[in-house]
């Protein structure tokens, strides 16, 4: 991943190293800034397209142990620190500092309200057709000027993938939203990039729909600021989430300890 170029600074904004994952120090507000010139010059031919992922504990553990995961992984154009222990040791091991934390779903809210206000417009691929459904009229709710270019469910076969790119480039989004889950959708991204010509960014989000449509309640604000949300989502699903956060959280921070190069600043 190279260094980003924004509007509003001169200089290039050099990525942080946190577990050998190249992390794009940039706040919320910057990402948002940085989305919407991307897509103004998507439109007028001058930008390609750009592949967006976020890291997290999970997100970690699966580039250390999972090689499709991180090959995949690996042409993300930037990475998002969606994880409040990647701020930590962006500050206390690499000397760096990352803004804020930029949660997907923070983003997508922030960007959305933006992107109504620009004209620019949105594809939600992933999910069933139900919960898709939910999420896309709960963003119609609060986003009522917002341009929604389209939206399918993520169950499809490798025969028909083809078929689900057409139907993308056809409907010629500014911004793709791909919840496929992990590493599904960052495979597809990968393999598929190349032909999303005209769309300014495709962004992997994992469970992105079930927070839009309320499904799956997210955390107190201070559990979230305090790096705790993956505690709050194991209250609620013990069976499901306990042993995967307490394999994956230990082994991130393992991966952090010894893969983050040190004074990096």
Known sequence: MKSLHLSDSPEPVA??????????????????????DDCREAREGRATTRYHAAI?????????????FRDAYRHADAVAADGVPVLWAARLIAGREIPDRAATTDLFHDLAAAAQDHGYSMYFLGATDEENGRAVARVRQLYPRLVIAGARNGYFSAEEEDAVVQQ???ARPDILWVALGMPRED???????HRFGGIAWVKTCGGLFNFLSASRPRAPMWMQRAGLEW??????????LFWRYLTTNLDAIWQILRKTPRRQG
């Open 15 to 36: 990525p942080v190293i946190i577990a050998d994952i190249p992390v794009s120090p940039l706040s919320t507000r910057q990402w948002v800034q940085l989305m919407l």
């Open 168 to 170: 993308i480039l056809d």
């Open 56 to 68: 997290n504990g999970n997100v970690i553990s699966a580039y250390a142990r999972n090689r499709v």
């Open 231 to 240: 505690l709050y989502r194991m209250a609620l699903e013990p069976r499901r």
């Open 187 to 193: 495979v597809f991204v990968a393999r598929n990039l």
